[in-house]
């Protein structure tokens, strides 16, 4: 495979799991494991084809998802397992860079819808939003721009 046809399918996969995950997010209001795990395989697979992973560097990529999951343990889950679990698995797929680079979109996108849910439905801050759709919209500004 050439890395031009690598970097297009890892883009699709990336996209597909997102928005797969988005769906289950917004109806179901929690995300099933197996398809988290398939969506870290898949991403894992196509990085090592690529060559990516032959520099120890690369566990950096998986520190935002590690991070995720330590604040939903001492936040008593405000961020939820899942969500850090497919920001860990985005690792698989995307540079340090890039990921910082999404997970500021998704949070910034989250934070303003939050913001006019709060002033025009009158939603308490307790509200809980699912944050995978906005990890998928910031992907697909990132696609964008």
Same mark, same amino acid.
């Not at 050439?2 to 990336?14: F, N, S």
């Not at 910082?100 to 002033?119: E, F, R, S, W």
């Given at each position: 495979m050439?890395q031009?046809i690598l970097?297009v399918v890892r883009?699709?996969?990336?996209a597909?799991?997102l928005?797969y995950?988005?769906?289950e997010?917004i109806?179901?209001?929690s995300?099933?494991?197996w398809?988290?795990?398939?969506?870290?395989?898949?991403?894992?697979?196509l990085?090592a084809i690529g060559?990516?992973?032959?520099?120890?560097?690369? #566990?950096?990529?998986? &520190?935002p $998802?590690?991070?995720? @999951?330590l +604040?939903? !343990?001492?936040? %008593?889950?405000?961020?939820?397992y899942?969500?850090?679990?497919?920001?860990?698995?985005l690792?698989?797929?995307l540079?340090l860079?890039e990921l910082?680079?999404l997970?500021? #979109?998704?949070?910034t &996108?989250? $934070?303003?819808v939050? @913001?006019l +849910?709060m !002033?025009?439905? %009158?939603?308490?801050?307790k509200t809980?939003?699912p944050?995978i759709p906005?990890?998928?919209a910031?992907?697909?500004?990132?696609?964008l721009?």
């Amino acid at each position: 495979m050439t890395q031009e046809i690598l970097c297009v399918v890892r883009l699709v996969a990336a996209a597909a799991g997102l928005a797969y995950l988005s769906v289950e997010d917004i109806r179901k209001k929690s995300i099933p494991i197996w398809p988290i795990i398939a969506m870290g395989a898949v991403g894992a697979v196509l990085s090592a084809i690529g060559g990516e992973w032959t520099s120890w560097t690369v #566990a950096l990529r998986f &520190l935002p $998802g590690a991070l995720c @999951l330590l +604040l939903g !343990l001492l936040s %008593r889950e405000a961020v939820g397992y899942g969500d850090g679990l497919v920001i860990l698995c985005l690792g698989a797929y995307l540079s340090l860079a890039e990921l910082m680079q999404l997970c500021l #979109a998704a949070v910034t &996108l989250a $934070g303003v819808v939050a @913001l006019l +849910l709060m !002033l025009i439905m %009158r939603k308490g801050r307790k509200t809980a939003m699912p944050l995978i759709p906005f990890l998928l919209a910031g992907y697909g500004l990132a696609l964008l721009l």
